[in-house]
């Protein structure tokens, strides 16, 4: 949440040449006498990967950094030649020059001088980060270099000279050390400075800290790379074991050094002037209110509403802070800025407070690094008020009375201070307020299966309400709904918006978004019993599982996210009045695990369930000898992971009858609503989704004509491949093969995929077209893609042509060749089952596809009629219970069992069965017939 100021490891070209050397054109010259150039022989330029050399050699002497860059590389293809035939070089002309040195093809042992062949550079004065409201000042010099071809080596040599007006004579050299798997046939890193000179050096992690030469009055560390594979990090470490290795070369002696450097440009002595505007807000403030720290909240929130964000590095801007009077009238600066303007209105109101310097994401490095502005990238205040540390971001946004209190996570700071400071440490304190908070109310008294209504608000506080401020205001209702949905599909998953609101609240640092809508069903069926995992509760996912198994991170700590807050206040209303619904899992919650705290409170009531859970979590580390004991106790959390079971006799979509139109009419009503909606809008923009939820709605309570009607409405508005064939399946359904052919034929029609040729095949195959289908179907035969589903359409066609050891001979021919392929496994103890074919290989192979396919419900039930065909009517029953305790509306199954429990004596059950599939499924009778299969 907060825009970081980065003027230090994200700009390494900080010293150089005083201002009077600028120059906003490069220049053409050797490369300094100190400079030792790499020779690049034959036997290299043959041996080396695509970088030959990537050498960078730096000079620091009179405050001054020189920085000579040379870099050969070789274009190996027609891509590399696009990508990587023009050269680049960045600098900083209010800080130094760029010194073109060399610009070189190298080719067959030939050696093209680009330069002098005319060639020049070409300096592109466009702020390459504008976008991200960054002026760096920095200019790129480019050159498509002329006459390059594939297998040539093109090589740029050139120096940038620097200083920074903020440091004075101190100087400061921050090089990464490529490692491991990076390809070069020669890099290194060389930085010299005098003899006697006051310079602090630095290598790692990870590597060895160079011993200076001494030549010619010039003491230089070299560190040559690639070097080894530094050790794997697990990811949640702290980000200082994560660090890439680094050499560091400064003239800083100590941290306190580095803060009384900076300090000489964050005084505020007489920079509010009496009677001017920010004199003004602060007048206003002190009326307002005697208390300091609510005078603090007010003065940093003009700094964050008031000011704009804009990274200035123009003029010094890099470490020097536009003035408070400037960045007034301008109405825009950047960390230095907002942090100095809010540094002169908290001593004005006589507030204790100093800029801090930190880095945004790696400050717990910063006790490890060599002391030096470059390993910071942002500024914020620190004020002292009642004995407490606050800790102030005028870049960040949403700060209040009641969470000034917190602390941002950049772990160190180093206080800007005249007379020095050392690092100190930015010490957690609790949040005692969500950042997030969902109330949530779930309607789901229809059924388990059954669409759900909802009604949501959720409300985010402080920055990340804030970053949301803009999407709000935004004029397009299009954009303003898509962001209310996204929001609540985050929550819910898959669901449909009614109503909603969005507002934000300028005093409270508040977004509150507001929904009605419907949402999928989400009870998931296991063994005969419906189980639903509750949407919204913030520690659902909690987990805990660091992996420090290695030896190497055996003592590598684990870095918890945060700090945050997150409270989730959640109702339901149970369908059958609540009858016979249970708890699962741990209803009541006071749990600290891993730096978390979980609490929740849940209970059902009648009718109604209802949870509050809270969330919380503080940007800690935990020890490494900690980390046993906090994995139990994650791990028993987990185990109690809390749910809702339904009872075994809870009401189904097919149970639905006349008198269920009360239960039905909050959803009818939500229906009509997103039916009349779109209804409204421009005939191109119509999505007639409230048609298709009503008619799958519909076609769940086996109201056929309802739901034929429905999808019937629905492709008048938007006709789709996807509407027909769902229409062509209700078609199916009851017997209407000729309307199901038709719309298949018009799927097709839309979208003419082998998917959708193949299911025009299968419905010509049930209105005894079976030369036709097999004709169309042999057309995706030798797809590769859709083989495996063409044969298994052909299979059944041939099976119902009346030539099914035809289809069991193509079967097992493909599995031949697709050993082990769920579907076709699946599809061969199916045909041997239905068509009563091969009995002695039978359950062997239905038993392999069961085992292949991991018991899933529609094998069971082909395994269930082998053992049918076998007469073993006992081990028939106990497949289709197994099938049917996952999925219990599966019509075919349920008329099969109805018939094997006939057979076994029990009539009444088995007679509900038969009664209950063909109410689902009308046309299970008919299919079953085919195989000679009657029921009672």
Known sequence: MTRACRFGLMTLLLCGAAPALAGGEPLYDAPPAWVQPVELTAKQLAAAPTIVLLDTQKRLEGGKVWDYSDLAYRIDNPDTLTAAGTLSASWIPDKGDLIVNRVEILRGGQVVDVLKEGAKFIVLRREAQLEQRSIDGMLTATMAVPGLRVGDVLRLAYTTVQADQALGDKVQSLDALPAGKFAVGSGRVRVSWPEGAPMKWQAGPGVATPQPVLKDGFETVEIAYPLPDQPDMPMDAPPRFRRPPLLQVGSFTSWAEVSRTLAKHFGTEGSIAKGGEIAGKIAGIEQQTADPLTRAALALRIVQDDISYLANGLDGGNYIPQRPADT?????????????????????????????AVHHSDGDSAPELLPMPADFDHVIVRAQIGGETYWL???????????????????????????????VPMVQRPVTHPDQTLK????????????????????????????IRSMIAQPSEQARRTFAERALGSVLGQSNLLDYSLAYDEDGAKA???ARGLTMPMWQFERGTAREALPGLPASGFAFSPDRARPAWKDVPVQMAGPFVMDTDLTVKLPDGGRNYTLQGREVVNSEIAGATITRDAAIAGDTLKVKERLSSTMTEIDPAALPAEKAKAARFAGGKLSVLAPADARRSWDAGPADGKRYAALEAAFAQLIAEDAK???????????????????????????IADMT???????SAA???TRAHYYGEIGRYAEALADTRAAFELDPSPANGIAEASALAQLGKYDEALELVDTYQDDAENRVSAVSAKAEILGMAGKPADALALLDQVLAERPGDPGLLNGVCWTMGAWNLEQDKLLQQCTKAVENAEWAPPVLDSRAMAYFRLGRLQDALADYNAALSNEPGLAPTLYMRGIVRTRLGDKDAGGKDIAQALRISPAVKATYARYGIEAP
Do not use: H
């Open 723 to 725: 509407a027909y064939l």
């Open 393 to 423: 971001d005028g870049t960040s946004s949403g700060s209040r009375l009641w969470n000034i209190g917190e602390v941002p996570p950049f772990r160190y700071a180093l206080p800007v201070t005249k007379d020095g400071s050392d690092l």
């Open 681 to 707: 809008k421009d005939p191109k923009d119509r999505d007639a989704a409230g048609y298709m939820l009503r008619s799958a709605f519909r076609f769940q309570t086996l109201d056929w004509d309802g739901a």
């Open 512 to 514: 509150t978004i507001t």
């Open 713 to 719: 409405a629905g492709i008048a508005v938007q006709p």
């Open 440 to 467: 949530l109310v779930l309607d789901q008294s229809a059924g388990v299966d059954m669409m759900a209504l909802y009604d949501a608000t959720i409300e985010v506080y402080g920055p990340v309400g804030a970053s």
């Open 328 to 356: 007034w009238k301008l109405r825009y600066g950047d960390c230095k800025a907002k942090s100095l303007l809010l540094l002169a209105m908290l001593r004005e109101m006589g507030i204790q407070a100093d800029a801090v």
